[in-house]
């Protein structure tokens, strides 16, 4: 969960999506 805080700390938005117990963001482009 650092990694959560930490895009967005950064100002980076993306959409969390849950695949394996893992936490993963898909940055729109």
Same mark, same amino acid.
């Given at each position: 969960?650092?990694?959560?805080?930490?895009l967005l700390k950064? $100002?980076?938005? $993306?959409?969390p999506t849950s695949s394996g117990g893992q936490i993963s963001f898909v940055i729109p482009k």
């Open positions: 969960v650092a990694n959560f805080e930490h950064m $100002g980076i938005s $993306g959409t």
